[in-house]
Protein backbone atom coordinates (compact mmCIF):
# COMPACT_ATOMS: atom_id res chain seq x y z
CA UNK A 1 0.00 0.00 0.00
CA UNK A 2 1.29 3.41 -0.99
CA UNK A 3 1.93 6.07 1.32
CA UNK A 4 -0.71 8.39 -0.07
CA UNK A 5 -3.31 5.43 0.06
CA UNK A 6 -2.37 4.76 3.77
CA UNK A 7 -3.21 8.32 4.47
CA UNK A 8 -6.25 8.56 3.00
CA UNK A 9 -7.33 5.26 4.49
CA UNK A 10 -6.23 6.75 8.08
CA UNK A 11 -8.41 10.28 7.36
CA UNK A 12 -11.13 8.02 6.25
CA UNK A 13 -10.94 6.07 9.72
CA UNK A 14 -9.98 9.63 11.76
CA UNK A 15 -13.01 11.02 10.85
CA UNK A 16 -15.27 8.01 11.58
CA UNK A 17 -14.15 7.97 15.15
CA UNK A 18 -14.78 11.93 15.45
CA UNK A 19 -18.33 11.35 13.90
CA UNK A 20 -18.81 8.66 15.83
CA UNK A 21 -17.04 10.56 19.28
CA UNK A 22 -19.02 13.77 18.88
CA UNK A 23 -22.21 11.85 17.95
CA UNK A 24 -22.14 10.34 21.63
CA UNK A 25 -21.38 13.81 23.52
CA UNK A 26 -24.47 15.56 21.29
CA UNK A 27 -26.80 12.85 22.07
CA UNK A 28 -25.42 12.71 25.92
CA UNK A 29 -26.01 16.99 25.92
CA UNK A 30 -29.55 16.46 24.32
CA UNK A 31 -30.74 13.96 26.55
CA UNK A 32 -29.39 16.24 29.57
CA UNK A 33 -30.70 19.41 27.80
CA UNK A 34 -34.45 18.07 27.45
CA UNK A 35 -34.54 16.19 30.63
CA UNK A 36 -34.52 13.09 29.68
CA UNK A 37 -33.06 9.79 30.70
CA UNK A 38 -31.10 8.16 27.49
CA UNK A 39 -31.38 4.53 26.65
CA UNK A 40 -28.22 2.44 25.94
CA UNK A 41 -29.69 1.52 22.85
CA UNK A 42 -30.17 5.02 21.88
CA UNK A 43 -26.65 4.99 21.20
CA UNK A 44 -25.84 2.49 18.45
CA UNK A 45 -29.36 4.03 16.81
CA UNK A 46 -28.19 7.30 16.36
CA UNK A 47 -24.42 6.74 15.69
CA UNK A 48 -25.76 4.55 13.21
CA UNK A 49 -28.14 7.12 11.73
CA UNK A 50 -25.55 9.74 11.42
CA UNK A 51 -22.77 7.11 9.78
CA UNK A 52 -25.17 6.24 7.25
CA UNK A 53 -26.06 9.95 6.91
CA UNK A 54 -22.49 11.26 6.30
CA UNK A 55 -21.80 7.94 3.59
CA UNK A 56 -24.58 9.11 1.63
CA UNK A 57 -23.45 12.82 1.97
CA UNK A 58 -20.10 11.56 0.80
CA UNK A 59 -21.38 9.66 -1.89
CA UNK A 60 -23.58 12.23 -3.39
CA UNK A 61 -20.90 14.82 -2.93
CA UNK A 62 -23.36 17.09 -1.64
CA UNK A 63 -22.51 20.29 -0.76
CA UNK A 64 -21.39 21.57 2.82
CA UNK A 65 -24.44 23.71 3.37
CA UNK A 66 -26.43 20.86 2.85
CA UNK A 67 -25.00 18.64 4.76
CA UNK A 68 -24.74 20.82 7.63
CA UNK A 69 -28.70 21.17 7.35
CA UNK A 70 -28.97 17.05 7.37
CA UNK A 71 -26.77 16.98 10.33
CA UNK A 72 -28.73 19.17 12.25
CA UNK A 73 -32.09 17.75 11.06
CA UNK A 74 -30.55 14.47 12.52
CA UNK A 75 -29.75 16.19 15.85
CA UNK A 76 -33.55 17.52 15.87
CA UNK A 77 -34.95 13.97 15.25
CA UNK A 78 -32.81 12.27 17.61
CA UNK A 79 -34.17 14.96 20.26
CA UNK A 80 -37.85 14.56 19.03
CA UNK A 81 -37.91 10.31 18.28
CA UNK A 82 -35.43 9.16 20.71
CA UNK A 83 -35.44 11.56 23.67
CA UNK A 84 -38.82 12.27 23.09
CA UNK A 85 -38.07 15.83 23.96
CA UNK A 86 -40.47 18.94 22.66
CA UNK A 87 -39.90 20.49 19.48
CA UNK A 88 -38.36 23.61 21.08
CA UNK A 89 -36.66 21.87 23.35
CA UNK A 90 -34.78 19.64 20.51
CA UNK A 91 -34.22 21.99 18.19
CA UNK A 92 -32.44 24.16 20.84
CA UNK A 93 -30.50 21.25 21.61
CA UNK A 94 -29.98 20.76 18.07
CA UNK A 95 -28.62 23.97 17.39
CA UNK A 96 -26.06 23.97 20.86
CA UNK A 97 -24.99 20.57 19.95
CA UNK A 98 -23.86 20.80 16.11
CA UNK A 99 -22.39 24.57 17.47
CA UNK A 100 -20.64 23.82 20.47
CA UNK A 101 -18.76 20.86 18.23
CA UNK A 102 -17.96 23.11 15.88
CA UNK A 103 -16.59 25.26 18.26
CA UNK A 104 -14.42 22.52 19.76
CA UNK A 105 -12.76 21.49 16.60
CA UNK A 106 -12.36 25.18 15.08
CA UNK A 107 -10.55 26.11 18.26
CA UNK A 108 -8.31 22.47 18.44
CA UNK A 109 -7.52 23.19 14.10
CA UNK A 110 -6.28 27.14 14.87
CA UNK A 111 -3.72 25.37 18.12
CA UNK A 112 -3.03 22.54 16.27
CA UNK A 113 -2.19 24.79 13.08
CA UNK A 114 0.00 27.14 15.42
CA UNK A 115 1.60 24.67 17.01
CA UNK A 116 2.88 22.64 13.64
CA UNK A 117 4.09 26.20 12.75
CA UNK A 118 6.55 26.38 15.53
CA UNK A 119 7.27 22.10 15.47
CA UNK A 120 7.81 20.80 12.21
CA UNK A 121 6.81 17.03 12.17
CA UNK A 122 7.00 14.02 9.93
CA UNK A 123 6.30 10.65 9.88
CA UNK A 124 4.28 8.77 12.17
CA UNK A 125 4.46 11.93 14.72
CA UNK A 126 2.07 14.38 11.71
CA UNK A 127 -0.62 11.05 12.47
CA UNK A 128 0.14 11.07 16.19
CA UNK A 129 -1.00 15.00 16.10
CA UNK A 130 -3.57 14.52 14.30
CA UNK A 131 -5.20 11.30 16.24
CA UNK A 132 -4.68 14.14 19.54
CA UNK A 133 -6.00 17.22 18.24
CA UNK A 134 -8.71 15.23 17.47
CA UNK A 135 -9.08 13.34 21.16
CA UNK A 136 -8.61 17.04 22.45
CA UNK A 137 -11.82 18.32 20.63
CA UNK A 138 -13.84 15.61 21.62
CA UNK A 139 -13.12 16.23 24.95
CA UNK A 140 -13.28 19.86 24.91
CA UNK A 141 -16.96 19.61 23.33
CA UNK A 142 -17.91 17.41 26.12
CA UNK A 143 -16.55 20.23 28.70
CA UNK A 144 -17.81 22.46 27.12
CA UNK A 145 -21.59 21.18 27.06
CA UNK A 146 -21.60 20.10 30.40
CA UNK A 147 -20.91 24.08 31.29
CA UNK A 148 -23.63 24.85 28.82
CA UNK A 149 -26.14 22.52 30.79
CA UNK A 150 -25.42 23.95 33.36
CA UNK A 151 -25.48 27.53 32.59
CA UNK A 152 -29.32 27.17 31.27
CA UNK A 153 -32.26 27.87 33.18
CA UNK A 154 -35.38 25.39 34.37
CA UNK A 155 -37.22 26.28 31.27
CA UNK A 156 -35.66 25.46 28.30
CA UNK A 157 -38.87 24.10 26.07
CA UNK A 158 -41.01 27.28 26.68
CA UNK A 159 -38.52 30.26 25.51
CA UNK A 160 -36.06 28.47 22.89
CA UNK A 161 -37.58 30.89 20.15
CA UNK A 162 -35.46 33.53 21.90
CA UNK A 163 -32.02 31.56 21.27
CA UNK A 164 -32.56 30.55 18.37
CA UNK A 165 -31.67 33.71 16.20
CA UNK A 166 -28.60 34.55 17.42
CA UNK A 167 -27.53 31.05 18.32
CA UNK A 168 -28.12 30.32 14.48
CA UNK A 169 -26.01 33.19 13.41
CA UNK A 170 -22.93 31.98 15.57
CA UNK A 171 -22.91 28.62 14.43
CA UNK A 172 -23.32 29.84 10.48
CA UNK A 173 -21.06 31.99 11.31
CA UNK A 174 -18.79 29.17 12.47
CA UNK A 175 -19.50 27.03 10.05
CA UNK A 176 -18.14 29.10 7.31
CA UNK A 177 -14.99 29.45 9.09
CA UNK A 178 -14.59 26.27 9.18
CA UNK A 179 -15.46 24.98 5.57
CA UNK A 180 -13.65 28.23 4.41
CA UNK A 181 -10.31 27.68 6.49
CA UNK A 182 -9.86 24.25 7.43
CA UNK A 183 -11.55 22.34 4.84
CA UNK A 184 -7.73 21.53 3.40
CA UNK A 185 -5.89 20.89 6.56
CA UNK A 186 -2.33 20.71 5.47
CA UNK A 187 0.65 18.79 6.91
CA UNK A 188 4.18 19.74 5.45
CA UNK A 189 7.74 19.69 6.31
CA UNK A 190 8.21 23.55 4.74
CA UNK A 191 8.24 25.34 8.02
CA UNK A 192 8.37 28.88 6.03
CA UNK A 193 4.86 27.65 5.29
CA UNK A 194 4.21 27.50 8.18
CA UNK A 195 5.65 29.78 9.83
CA UNK A 196 3.74 32.07 7.20
CA UNK A 197 0.50 30.51 8.35
CA UNK A 198 0.86 31.14 12.24
CA UNK A 199 -0.24 34.71 12.11
CA UNK A 200 -3.31 33.86 10.26
CA UNK A 201 -4.06 30.66 12.79
CA UNK A 202 -3.42 32.94 15.49
CA UNK A 203 -6.20 35.60 13.94
CA UNK A 204 -8.47 32.56 13.51
CA UNK A 205 -7.93 31.18 17.43
CA UNK A 206 -9.02 34.93 18.82
CA UNK A 207 -11.93 34.61 16.65
CA UNK A 208 -13.01 31.18 17.81
CA UNK A 209 -12.13 31.85 21.19
CA UNK A 210 -14.36 35.57 21.06
CA UNK A 211 -17.39 32.76 19.40
CA UNK A 212 -16.93 30.87 22.66
CA UNK A 213 -17.49 34.06 24.74
CA UNK A 214 -20.46 35.17 22.57
CA UNK A 215 -22.09 31.52 23.06
CA UNK A 216 -21.57 32.04 27.07
CA UNK A 217 -22.58 35.36 26.85
CA UNK A 218 -25.61 34.95 24.98
CA UNK A 219 -26.92 31.94 27.25
CA UNK A 220 -26.13 34.10 30.52
CA UNK A 221 -28.41 37.02 29.18
CA UNK A 222 -30.65 34.28 27.93
CA UNK A 223 -31.16 32.94 31.88
CA UNK A 224 -31.60 36.59 33.25
CA UNK A 225 -33.85 37.06 30.99
CA UNK A 226 -35.77 33.67 32.33
CA UNK A 227 -35.64 34.53 35.30
CA UNK A 228 -37.47 38.02 35.07
CA UNK A 229 -39.88 36.37 33.31
CA UNK A 230 -40.46 33.61 35.82
CA UNK A 231 -40.45 36.64 38.04
CA UNK A 232 -42.99 38.14 36.28
CA UNK A 233 -45.17 35.53 36.33
CA UNK A 234 -44.80 34.46 39.75
CA UNK A 235 -45.89 38.22 40.64
CA UNK A 236 -48.58 37.69 38.65
CA UNK A 237 -49.64 34.83 40.59
CA UNK A 238 -49.25 36.46 43.81
CA UNK A 239 -51.11 39.38 42.48
CA UNK A 240 -54.23 37.28 41.66
CA UNK A 241 -53.65 35.41 45.21
CA UNK A 242 -54.18 38.89 47.17
CA UNK A 243 -57.40 39.71 44.88
CA UNK A 244 -58.20 36.42 46.17
CA UNK A 245 -57.41 37.07 49.71
CA UNK A 246 -59.18 40.43 48.92
CA UNK A 247 -62.58 38.90 47.85
CA UNK A 248 -62.73 36.20 50.14
CA UNK A 249 -62.16 38.90 53.36
CA UNK A 250 -65.03 41.36 51.55
CA UNK A 251 -67.01 38.28 51.69
CA UNK A 252 -66.27 37.21 54.89
CA UNK A 253 -66.88 40.64 56.63
CA UNK A 254 -70.29 40.99 54.61
CA UNK A 255 -71.66 37.39 56.00
CA UNK A 256 -70.47 38.74 59.36
CA UNK A 257 -72.24 41.80 59.19
CA UNK A 258 -75.80 40.26 58.15
CA UNK A 259 -74.56 37.38 60.66
CA UNK A 260 -74.28 40.02 63.43
CA UNK A 261 -77.89 41.36 62.43
CA UNK A 262 -79.10 37.81 62.54
CA UNK A 263 -77.93 37.62 66.18
CA UNK A 264 -79.31 41.41 67.27
CA UNK A 265 -82.45 40.32 66.01
CA UNK A 266 -82.65 36.40 67.41
CA UNK A 267 -84.20 37.53 70.76
CA UNK A 268 -87.24 39.14 68.80
CA UNK A 269 -87.70 36.24 66.08
CA UNK A 270 -88.08 34.08 69.42
CA UNK A 271 -90.58 35.95 71.21
CA UNK A 272 -92.50 35.93 67.96
CA UNK A 273 -92.42 31.91 67.67
CA UNK A 274 -93.14 31.89 70.83
CA UNK A 275 -96.47 33.98 70.94
CA UNK A 276 -97.68 32.16 67.61
CA UNK A 277 -97.32 28.94 69.45
CA UNK A 278 -98.55 29.87 72.86
CA UNK A 279 -102.17 31.26 70.16
CA UNK A 280 -102.08 27.82 68.99
CA UNK A 281 -101.21 29.29 65.58
CA UNK A 282 -98.05 26.26 65.10
CA UNK A 283 -98.79 26.41 60.94
CA UNK A 284 -97.95 29.72 60.90
CA UNK A 285 -95.15 29.40 63.18
CA UNK A 286 -93.31 26.78 61.22
CA UNK A 287 -94.12 28.85 58.28
CA UNK A 288 -91.81 31.71 60.12
CA UNK A 289 -89.42 29.15 61.09
CA UNK A 290 -89.03 28.16 57.40
CA UNK A 291 -88.24 31.97 56.73
CA UNK A 292 -85.53 31.93 59.46
CA UNK A 293 -83.83 28.85 58.14
CA UNK A 294 -83.89 30.20 54.56
CA UNK A 295 -82.05 33.57 55.83
CA UNK A 296 -79.73 31.51 57.90
CA UNK A 297 -78.73 29.29 55.07
CA UNK A 298 -78.08 32.68 52.74
CA UNK A 299 -75.36 33.36 54.94
CA UNK A 300 -73.29 30.01 54.15
CA UNK A 301 -71.42 30.00 50.54
CA UNK A 302 -73.18 27.49 47.98
CA UNK A 303 -70.13 26.07 48.18
CA UNK A 304 -68.33 23.40 50.57
CA UNK A 305 -65.03 22.26 49.61
CA UNK A 306 -63.25 22.00 52.73
CA UNK A 307 -61.55 25.14 52.35
CA UNK A 308 -63.00 28.13 53.04
CA UNK A 309 -60.90 30.33 50.85
CA UNK A 310 -61.93 28.26 47.74
CA UNK A 311 -65.34 28.14 49.09
CA UNK A 312 -65.93 31.50 48.73
CA UNK A 313 -63.64 31.79 45.21
CA UNK A 314 -66.09 29.55 44.09
CA UNK A 315 -68.92 31.05 44.99
CA UNK A 316 -67.71 34.28 43.45
CA UNK A 317 -66.71 32.70 39.99
CA UNK A 318 -69.57 30.70 39.56
CA UNK A 319 -71.62 33.71 40.39
CA UNK A 320 -70.25 35.34 37.78
CA UNK A 321 -70.80 32.25 35.58
CA UNK A 322 -74.38 32.03 36.16
CA UNK A 323 -75.09 35.43 35.91
CA UNK A 324 -74.13 35.34 32.09
CA UNK A 325 -76.43 32.11 31.64
CA UNK A 326 -73.38 29.80 32.41
CA UNK A 327 -74.75 26.05 33.89
CA UNK A 328 -72.62 25.54 37.12
CA UNK A 329 -71.76 22.25 38.74
CA UNK A 330 -69.60 21.88 41.68
CA UNK A 331 -68.52 18.69 42.96
CA UNK A 332 -64.88 19.02 44.84
CA UNK A 333 -63.30 17.90 47.89
CA UNK A 334 -60.52 19.25 49.50
CA UNK A 335 -59.00 17.57 52.27
CA UNK A 336 -58.19 19.49 55.36
CA UNK A 337 -54.41 20.21 56.66
CA UNK A 338 -53.20 18.72 53.12
CA UNK A 339 -50.03 20.58 52.84
CA UNK A 340 -51.78 22.59 49.25
CA UNK A 341 -50.96 26.26 50.12
CA UNK A 342 -53.98 28.67 49.62
CA UNK A 343 -52.09 31.28 48.02
CA UNK A 344 -51.48 28.08 45.14
CA UNK A 345 -54.83 26.85 45.59
CA UNK A 346 -56.28 30.77 44.56
CA UNK A 347 -54.37 31.01 41.48
CA UNK A 348 -55.44 27.39 40.03
CA UNK A 349 -58.90 28.02 40.79
CA UNK A 350 -58.75 31.82 40.09
CA UNK A 351 -56.58 31.34 36.38
CA UNK A 352 -58.82 28.10 35.67
CA UNK A 353 -62.65 29.20 36.13
CA UNK A 354 -61.69 32.70 34.65
CA UNK A 355 -60.08 30.65 31.65
CA UNK A 356 -63.42 28.19 31.64
CA UNK A 357 -65.80 31.36 31.26
CA UNK A 358 -64.47 32.83 28.73
CA UNK A 359 -64.35 30.23 26.28
CA UNK A 360 -67.70 30.03 27.16
CA UNK A 361 -68.59 33.29 26.49
CA UNK A 362 -67.04 32.53 23.60
CA UNK A 363 -69.10 29.37 22.71
CA UNK A 364 -72.97 28.60 21.05
CA UNK A 365 -75.63 26.75 22.25
CA UNK A 366 -75.86 25.58 25.56
CA UNK A 367 -72.93 26.29 28.07
CA UNK A 368 -71.63 24.62 31.03
CA UNK A 369 -68.94 24.51 33.20
CA UNK A 370 -68.47 21.81 35.97
CA UNK A 371 -65.36 21.53 38.80
CA UNK A 372 -65.37 18.32 40.72
CA UNK A 373 -61.86 16.74 42.71
CA UNK A 374 -61.20 14.66 45.19
CA UNK A 375 -58.02 13.16 46.95
CA UNK A 376 -56.57 10.09 45.38
CA UNK A 377 -54.04 8.61 47.49
CA UNK A 378 -51.14 10.95 48.03
CA UNK A 379 -52.37 13.18 45.10
CA UNK A 380 -55.26 15.63 44.76
CA UNK A 381 -56.66 15.41 41.52
CA UNK A 382 -58.91 18.44 40.45
CA UNK A 383 -60.63 18.66 36.59
CA UNK A 384 -62.18 21.64 35.20
CA UNK A 385 -64.34 21.10 32.18
CA UNK A 386 -66.18 23.44 30.54
CA UNK A 387 -67.88 24.14 26.83
CA UNK A 388 -65.47 26.02 24.18
CA UNK A 389 -65.57 27.06 20.34
CA UNK A 390 -64.64 24.57 17.73
CA UNK A 391 -61.03 24.29 15.99
CA UNK A 392 -57.63 23.99 17.06
CA UNK A 393 -57.10 24.96 20.84
CA UNK A 394 -56.09 28.44 21.65
CA UNK A 395 -52.43 29.26 22.30
CA UNK A 396 -51.56 29.00 26.18
CA UNK A 397 -51.80 31.94 27.73
CA UNK A 398 -50.51 33.59 30.95
CA UNK A 399 -53.39 31.86 33.13
CA UNK A 400 -52.19 28.61 31.95
CA UNK A 401 -48.38 29.42 32.61
CA UNK A 402 -49.53 30.26 36.36
CA UNK A 403 -51.28 27.29 36.72
CA UNK A 404 -48.50 25.11 35.59
CA UNK A 405 -46.11 26.94 38.14
CA UNK A 406 -47.96 26.56 41.21
CA UNK A 407 -48.39 22.69 39.95
CA UNK A 408 -44.80 22.38 39.56
CA UNK A 409 -44.43 23.37 43.46
CA UNK A 410 -45.98 20.27 44.05
CA UNK A 411 -44.35 18.25 41.73
CA UNK A 412 -47.64 18.07 40.05
CA UNK A 413 -48.66 17.28 36.34
CA UNK A 414 -51.09 19.73 33.70
CA UNK A 415 -53.21 18.25 31.22
CA UNK A 416 -55.46 19.72 28.79
CA UNK A 417 -57.74 18.24 26.26
CA UNK A 418 -59.65 19.67 23.29
CA UNK A 419 -62.38 18.22 21.08
CA UNK A 420 -65.83 18.29 19.80
CA UNK A 421 -66.36 21.86 21.75
CA UNK A 422 -65.07 20.69 25.20
CA UNK A 423 -62.36 21.65 26.78
CA UNK A 424 -60.85 19.63 29.95
CA UNK A 425 -58.36 20.56 32.07
CA UNK A 426 -56.90 17.94 34.42
CA UNK A 427 -54.87 18.65 37.32
CA UNK A 428 -52.97 16.36 39.71
CA UNK A 429 -50.96 17.52 42.93
CA UNK A 430 -48.57 15.71 45.12
CA UNK A 431 -50.26 16.44 48.17
CA UNK A 432 -48.62 13.90 50.84
Known amino acids: MTHTAWADRFICWLNLACLLGQGAVQLHFAARLLKQREKWWNYPIFLAAIWA ?36 AA ?10 TQLSFGILNAL ?22 SAA ?75 LAALFCTLYAWRGVCRGLENEAALSA ?14 AAAREEKTRALRHDWQNHLVVLDGLLAAGRAGEGRAYLQKLHTR ?34 VSLTLPPACGLDELDLCV ?10 QACQNAQGQRFLRVFGER ?29 AAAQKYCGSVCTEQAAGLFRLDLLLNIS
Open 137 to 211: AIALCAVLCGAVGRLLGPDTAGRAALLAPPLLFLSAAELYLLQTDYAQLIYSRDARFLLAQAGRHTALLAMQLLG
Open 238 to 251: LRQAAEAQKAYLAE
Open 53 to 88: LDQVLIRLQAPWELAAAAQLLALYGAGRLLLQGRPG
Open 376 to 404: QGNFLRIVFENTCPPGPPAPAGTGLGNIR
Open 348 to 357: ILANALDNAI
Open 112 to 133: QMILLSWWVVGGPLVYAAAVGA
Open 296 to 329: AAALAPPCHTGSPVADVLLSQKLGLAAAKGIQTE
Open 91 to 100: GLAAVLGAYI
